[in-house]
């Protein structure tokens, strides 16, 4: 290994001599490309990284001189296994995969034995090129990197530690890398407990007990909160094997340290954004009517629309709130879950024909209710309540919010209650994924429609549904269910101007089903225009790149769209797109377990068990590729590479080819 950027840029020769980069940003350039792999970075793309302040010209000259520095310093020291190469448009870094840590980290990160964990734990010396100070559109790209590769080694080190049988070694190796991590973040749950397992481990029980409290304080100073359940669970069971007098040291390693309660508790903190941001809950439905549900659920999602509108607001989308439907719980988790400083909660009481909504703002970590309110009307005014309830909300959070920006945070989907019932019984039988569900949705849809001939939001919905029929083999009519899907995403293309999700629907309609790349990016851009909280925008928008554009800048947006929304019930939609993206750029071991994790989830969706059965496939992993497409197969006897087409879109010529030969080698039917 020559090469490492965990802790610092350090590049060595094939005789073990440092080598020097002629400036900073030559040496940026050489990370940028390790990081980038065998798929190389757009010449234009480094240029406008590293030099954004020059001209158009001069960035391109100074890339030139800095590529020419690069390869006269390889040749020089006479180790030929690293060499820049390229072509007009990219350039890459062709390199034997033991060259560089950060390849070789991510190698060690999939193993399941404790030899391997712990030697990619040695390789963590800090965090991904720390101390180096970047330029402003290189640190854009770098920062969720970073914060990726931080996150790998948090899960690395809980690993380790929760390993029944861990080596004297690995166990050293294991605790330096956790003192690493809590010194780089005092606040780093996983760390911790990682080392109060060691402590456990050797019977040093005061120890664990230390470790705990200087988490519990860290925490406490830095983010007011608690430590997680998992931690407090954690020490609550070494605190009864203490009672009992049995030294830990003689219990010998936790078999079964993930029990039910640390599972339910493993969603892990979210660093809160420095710009106000809310979540809103479920509201409950006081009106003793089951049906009424999809009226109350309704009432939120408008209210977390409102308020999304809001540009200089960061709001959770509806899908990750509605994770908490059902469930008591604090407030103070669900803020440090979701990563918030406020929570809306509150009731809707529908008796006959008057509508009560009532709620209250909570800022989480002091626990202070900022406001609570209750408005009444008829349910004819329903739009109205809605808007009032999120205009207080904002008022809460910012007293100095001029009414201009409260009224681009209004938005009226549709004038007719009945319309509006239609829509919301549709999305309450999408949101099931499955053929009966859909089957139930789309007259729905058409009901809210015909009520309502400018209703965007139920249109593009309904195009929406297409896009699931065709993903799933599900159309009986291609020809005519992609004319219709044409139809629809035209009237929202017009009548859907200022509604951001029908938009993003209606793109990723476009794009899949009919083809329209260009048309389809439009709409999704626009839809980011209109809302920047939006995580089906930045999701749709994702899709379409990582079909047919820059897998890299998809893979930012659906991150985008995870952040906005971490406990969405699409994430396994989110998860099957961002493994496609690094399919295509050639990163199948990345690849592979994220459309695995998607399988897991949503074990009927078609497009994930294909995307994981060609990413093992060219990751060399040909058994379980080949009982994913056993698993397809099951599911859709019929199908075959002679029609592949027809479920995989129209993707660009070049992803369709190496898609369709990766499926060929997992085993998928002529």
Not at 152 to 161: N, Y
Not at 231 to 260: C, F, K, M, N, Y
Not at 335 to 360: K, M
């Amino acid at each position: 290994m020559h090469i490492r950027l965990l802790g610092g840029i350090e590049v060595v020769s094939a005789g073990g001599q440092p080598l020097h980069f002629a400036t900073r940003k030559t040496s940026l350039l050489f990370a940028a490309l390790v990081l980038a792999g065998p798929k190389g970075l757009r010449r234009d793309r480094a240029a406008a990284m590293l030099w954004a302040g020059s001209g158009e010209q001069q960035a391109r000259n100074s890339l030139r001189q800095a590529l020419v520095d690069i390869r006269r310093l390889f040749p020089s020291t006479g180790d030929e296994a690293i060499r820049i190469e390229g072509n007009a448009d990219t350039i890459w870094l062709a390199a034997p995969a033991d060259e560089a840590d950060i390849w070789i980290f991510d190698r060690g990160c999939q193993a399941d034995d404790g030899a391997s964990l712990a030697a990619a734990a040695d390789l963590y010396r800090s965090e991904l090129l720390d101390g180096q100070s970047s330029p402003g559109e290189i640190d854009d790209w770098l920062a969720p990197l970073r914060s990726n590769y931080t996150r790998k080694a948090l899960d690395l080190v809980e690993r380790l530690s929760l390993l029944p049988e861990l080596g004297p070694r690995e166990e050293e190796v294991c605790k330096a890398l956790a003192e690493r991590l809590v010194a780089l973040d005092p606040c780093a749950e996983q760390a911790h407990r990682a080392l109060i397992r060691i402590f456990r481990r050797r019977g040093k029980t005061n120890d664990a007990f230390r470790q705990f409290l200087a988490c519990k304080e860290a925490l406490k100073r830095e983010l007011d909160v608690e430590p997680e359940e998992a931690t407090r669970a954690l020490v609550e069971r070494i605190e009864a094997t203490a009672e009992l007098g049995e030294p830990a040291a003689d219990r010998g390693p936790p078999q079964a340290e993930l029990s039910l309660l640390e599972a339910k508790a493993a969603r892990p903190a979210v660093s809160v954004p420095e710009k106000p941001s809310i979540a809103v809950l479920p509201f409950q439905n006081m009106s003793g009517d089951a049906e009424q549900e999809y009226f109350t659920d309704g009432v939120v999602e408008e209210i977390t629309t409102a308020l999304s509108h809001v540009n200089w607001l960061f709001v959770i989308a509806r899908n990750s709130a509605f994770a908490y439907k059902g469930q008591a719980v604090e407030v103070t988790r669900v803020a440090r879950e979701l990563g918030v400083r406020y929570v809306l909660e509150g009731s809707v009481r529908r008796a006959g024909s008057r509508l009560r909504v009532a709620g209250q703002l909570v800022e989480a970590a002091a626990g202070v209710t900022l406001w609570a309110d209750r408005f009444e009307g008829d349910v004819s005014e329903v739009f109205e309540l809605q808007d009032l309830v999120a205009s207080s909300v904002v008022g809460a959070i910012s007293p100095r919010l001029e009414q201009a920006e409260m009224a681009r945070a209004k938005r009226k989907p549709t004038e007719s209650l009945d319309a509006y019932d239609h829509y919301l019984r549709g999305m309450a039988s999408l949101y099931r994924w499955t053929r009966e569900g859909l089957e139930e949705a789309l007259p729905q849809f058409y009901k809210a429609v015909e009520l309502d001939p400018d209703f965007a939001a139920a249109e593009g919905a309904a195009a929406w549904c297409y896009f699931w029929r065709m993903a799933n083999r599900w159309m009986t009519d291609r020809q005519k269910e992609t004319a219709e899907v044409s139809r629809l995403v035209g009237n929202v293309a017009i009548s859907g101007q200022d509604d951001a999700v029908a938009l993003a629907f209606g793109g990723l309609a476009l794009g899949y089903v009919v083809g329209d790349y260009e048309a389809a990016s439009a709409l999704a851009d626009r839809a980011l225009v209109l809302n920047p909280n939006c995580a089906t925008a930045w999701s749709a928008s994702g899709y379409l790149k990582s079909c047919y554009d820059d897998p890299d800048i998809a893979i930012e947006h659906l991150s985008r769209a995870r952040r906005l929304s971490p406990l969405d019930p699409l994430t396994f939609f989110m998860q099957t797109c961002t493994a496609f993206a690094h399919f295509v750029a050639g990163r199948y071991d990345v690849a592979w377990p994220l459309a695995e994790a998607a399988s897991r989830t949503q074990p009927y969706y078609l497009t994930g068990l294909r995307v994981a059965a060609a990413s093992n496939a060219m990751a060399g992993r040909l058994d379980a590729a080949s009982k994913h497409i056993a698993r397809s197969l099951a599911l859709d006897p019929e199908l075959t590479l002679a029609n592949l087409t027809h479920v995989a879109g129209h993707i660009r010529p070049a992803y369709f080819v190496k898609y369709f030969e990766a499926l060929r080698l997992a085993g998928l039917p002529e």
